[in-house]
């Protein structure tokens, strides 16, 4: 069965095309500034990709609803609408994506791949609020976790890698990119992640900031009259690297750091101190990890990063090898020969695990 696999992201609209054997026989990569590709690119894209026999959504937020893939109807997106206030950034984007590919190719059966998913067995000690029943009960307020999708394919791809079943493993997945999250995977199921009720939460970011004290917003609110709306604004696009360097880019981050910037190398330490503390939480939730992996854009490029974490994280059995962490490309094996934890590099794939959830859904198999 091939599978086009859309993928909304915050700034590109990723399109692609998998075989019958995975592999990638059309691959578009369109701007979309604001969430929302050129009409005119993304009709001559899906025009390109109209030999295929499913569709396959990246959709961010299922809410509570929605735990596994779901084949596509009409109330199925009138649904996944009602949703937009959980993830007022992101859900429009994918079904702006998806509402275009089901009007270019509408006799195409299309499944919901949700990144809240793979988080929805969370136990009640992990995904629950300190917060009054009557607030979680009726606003439904709980820790969902996003970036699911990337998790899953990391932690499986991981345990192929180390030829090793994934249910006999304790894994760390580490998804670096504009957005960061970890997620600590025992037997291949999710029980702890760094995101919560929104993808804010959690390790500093390109933009966002990540957790910071409530009380601290409260007080911008009252003490300094900070609207809302420009707080919302602030934390989401004005925080993280670029609110503590003055760029997004990682790359610039890490070579300010090495010319001495100042701001730079505070910028990286704060980053790297928010994931070794997460990280090591993460292995906290399954007592102990076996395997510890890097994914997404500067998890994948970034081997300062990697390096040290790995130097912090000594305690817990990770040990880099140095000239395999500097050289070569994902998938490989990065730490020092007998450590107790295996560091591995794996590239994001999301696309993969969209289509293997599409085609589950489409044999009537479980998702």
Partial sequence: MRVLVVNAGSSSLKLRVLGEADEIIVAFDLPAPGGR?????????LAACSQVDAVGHR???????????VLIDDGIVARLHALIDLAPLHQPKSLAALHAASSALPN????????????AGLSPAAATYALPEEWRRRFNLRRFGFHGLSHA???????????????????????????????????????DTTMGFTPLEGLVMATRS?????????????????????????????????GL?????????????????????LGLDVYVHRLCGGIAAMAAAMQGMEALVFTGGVGENASEVRALAAGALGF????????????????????????????LVV?????????RETRKVLAGEPG
Avoid at 153 to 163: C, D, I, N, Q, V
Avoid at 248 to 261: H, L, N, P
Wanted: glycine share 10%; proline share 5%.
């Fill in 210 to 242: 990540g957790s910071v004290d409530p009380g601290l917003v409260l007080w911008l609110e009252e003490h300094v009259g900070t609207p809302p709306a420009e707080l919302a604004f602030t934390l989401e696009h004005r925080s993280g690297l670029l």
């Fill in 153 to 191: 394919y990391a932690s499986r791809r991981a345990a192929e890698l180390l030829a090793r079943p994934v249910e006999e493993l304790r894994t760390v997945t580490c998804h670096l990119g504009a957005g960061a999250s970890l997620a600590a995977v025992a037997a291949g199921r999710s029980v």
């Fill in 347 to 355: 590239a994001a794939r999301e696309d993969l695990e969209i289509a």
């Fill in 316 to 343: 817990l059995g990770v040990h880099l090898d140095e000239q395999a962490n500097a050289s070569g490309e994902p998938d490989r094996l990065v730490s020092a020969p007998g450590g107790a934890v295996s560091l």
């Fill in 245 to 265: 360097t003055g760029t997004a880019d990682m790359r610039e981050v890490v070579a300010g750091a090495k010319t001495g910037d100042a701001d730079a190398q």
């Fill in 108 to 119: 195409l059966p299309a499944v919901a791949c949700f990144d809240t998913a793979f988080h």
């Fill in 37 to 45: 590709a050129e009409a005119a690119a993304l009709s001559d894209a």
């Fill in 59 to 69: 959709i961010v937020h299922g809410g509570t609803e929605f735990t596994g893939p």
